[in-house]
């Protein structure tokens, strides 16, 4: 594609022709701040957050709509563009349910000369997303510490049914749910209905999540910048159990903690290990932690099994290890129940294996695990990387070098690899393209979503084998 030439900020550049703002000044290293805004979706331009200035516009423009034109000159910081952001973000909070500390650490604040990282852990906070969300973040630094509008407490109820737990009142109508639950799920359980200040997001008809479409996949609490929806959390259980004298428990840990647990306790990139967070938590009471590595190696090896068993009956094969997964297959592909091939996730091998302990807690990304542990009670708790740094934060147990510990195994079969990478570890993704690849003289395909899925089932080509990641 052709580049045309504009200037960010002062900045020469050439980029893309068709390119956003917000695309040309990303990747040439200029932050405009986002809300609403997921790179993999078509922009909603709904926040009004990445306005910027351009020369000769009338009006701002929305960064993340507006595409690059030859000789554009653009203002991504001045202070007409910030005060238009702080309006927003005042009009915003003034109708949001704010239960964290988001302006009470700037400016002449009790807090104001504590730990950053304490403040956004403390006691006084009553929200799940208070240090880890965007909103929170974006009103700390454009200074959103008054709000000179009348503020609309509302007070909607909070849908509790399922572990998928909805708080309405802390909603800013992004729609990221909406379309990640729709366009790349292709669940269509959100949607928006109202209008103006009385606009909800939700499931069809006002239903509760437990009796909605929702299969339990968990993007959209991924993907919600603010706690307008989360996974339920267990803090509190997890500790009681964890000190209680005279039960057992055992935990599993997940490689895939690391990230999220290094941003939070501000720790650099690599320098927590499994066995940091396995002191921890053996710090806090919990009597066995096994790594999730284990659990995954047996889980494939017992998908090798039933695979090789399976494919001796036919092909297609459609197989899944994931809950949600399994859910959609059976609402949407009834026709082809006789491909499907469910095997157990390493949560739920996990679970099995760990039988003899009183109460077993699983700790790995968000995503649907809890609803899946909720439906098929394989541990107890399922703890994401948010609820765990909190709780070693609280309970002054953070991952230190000088306390580590092994982690336990639990003797499970190891997996031979034969069917390739068809079975590794897989994340599931946004971006839309399923991965096709041979396989000893079989044709797979690997969709990390489910719109990929639908498409693949949908579609003409025919494959052996179709893993469906949801
Ligand atoms: S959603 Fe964000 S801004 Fe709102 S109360 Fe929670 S942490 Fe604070
Ligand atoms: S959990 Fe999945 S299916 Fe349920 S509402 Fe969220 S995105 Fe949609
Ligand atoms: S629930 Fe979250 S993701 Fe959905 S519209 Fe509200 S703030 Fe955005
Ligand atoms: S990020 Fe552009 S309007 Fe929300």
Redesign the pocket.
Known sequence: MANVNITIDGKALSVPAGSTI?EAARSNGIRIP????LKELD?????????VEVEGARTFQ????AKVREGMVVHTDTEAVRASRKLTLQLLLSNHAVDCHHCLRIGSSKCDDLDPKFCEMCFFCDCVKDGFCDLQALAREYKVDLLPFAQKHNSLPIDQSSVIVRNPNKCVK?RRCVDVCGAVQTVHNLAASGRGCELTIGPAFGKPMAESACIGCGRCVQVCPTGAIFAREHKDALVYYAHREGVKTAAMISADLIPELERVLHRAPGSVTLGEIAGALKKIGVDAVFDAAEAEEAAKARAEALLDAKLSEGRPVILSGSFAAKAFLEKNFPDKKDSFLFYDSAIAVFGRAAEGFDKRFAFGPIGGDAMECEKTGCVDLAVNPRELARILIRTGAEPNPKRRAECESLGLPKASGKYGKLLDKAEWKMDREPEVFEQGGLKCAVCHNLSEARRVLSGEEAFDLIRVIA
């Open positions: 917000l986002t809300l609403c805004f922009p909603r331009a709904s926040c009004r957050l990445c306005v929305h960064a993340c709509a992004c």
